[in-house]
């Protein structure tokens, strides 16, 4: 199993810019995140999805646009890359279970504007 | 979701256990408490995870008081590759909106 897979692992972009940071689950869960994590803090939900067709945004979504057409698919988008954007983005995704609730954890984007 | 509380910082020798406290006093009957670990700069992983009982897995233990108002992870023989950065939460259902906060750096010394 691949489990949470993302790409690109690396990405300078200039300001202005756009990009979309990909994520990709073939575990068929239906509860997908977005976060963003800045050197020296912890996670920070950008956006969240509980199914296809359903998103809502988290703790910090300005400057962001997500969709989830498929379950597997929930892609990032970056509108205008600011200087404020540099950051580790992490896609992570869940299904609740009787005895509980795992969340798995792609390996990462690690994003530049400059 | 309950909010929780970790010290900032915590060392352990070599080989020796690791005792992390999480402290997650507004805990609901039906929230579990979970603990992940990130380790330099790679997605977290999960750790264990527990109701009320007391969990051990190839990796842990997780000990919840009886009021659930706190919770310990036992790390019994910690390695230099134990170093990372440990998170505790918890929440019922929708894992992600959980707020992972700063978590606990565990340093673990030769």
């Known amino acids: 199993n691949a489990g949470v897979t993302q790409t690109p692992k690396f990405r300078i972009l200039k300001i202005g810019q756009s990009m979309t940071l990909q994520c990709t689950q073939d575990?068929?869960?239906?509860?997908m995140y977005w976060y963003r994590q800045d050197p020296g803090m912890g996670l920070k939900l950008i956006y969240y999805s509980v199914g296809a067709g359903i998103t809502d945004k988290g703790e910090v979504p300005n400057g962001y646009n997500v969709s989830r057409s498929t379950t597997e698919d929930f892609p990032l988008r970056l509108e205008l890359a600011a200087p404020s954007q540099t950051s580790v983005y992490f896609c992570?995704?869940?299904?609740?279970?009787?005895?509980?609730?795992?969340?798995?954890f792609g390996s990462g984007t690690q994003l530049s504007v400059l | 979701d309950a909010k929780t509380t970790q010290p900032p910082s915590m060392d352990c020798a070599e080989g020796r256990a690791a005792n992390l406290p999480c402290n997650h006093s507004?805990?609901?009957?039906?929230?579990?408490v979970y603990w992940y670990r990130q380790i330099h700069s790679q997605g977290p992983q999960y750790i264990i995870h527990?109701?009320?009982n007391n969990e051990t897995n190839e990796m842990a233990s997780l000990i919840i008081t009886e009021d659930r108002k706190s919770s310990t992870l036992i790390l019994p023989h910690a390695t230099l590759r134990d170093t990372a950065v440990y998170y505790c939460i918890v929440f019922y259902t929708n894992a992600g909106k959980s707020t992972f906060g700063d978590g606990t750096t565990l340093t673990v010394k030769p």
């Open positions: 527990g109701l009320k």
């Open positions: 992570a995704s869940s299904a609740h279970r009787e005895r509980g609730e795992k969340l798995f």
């Open positions: 507004t805990i609901s009957g039906n929230e579990y």
């Open positions: 575990m068929n869960h239906n509860y």
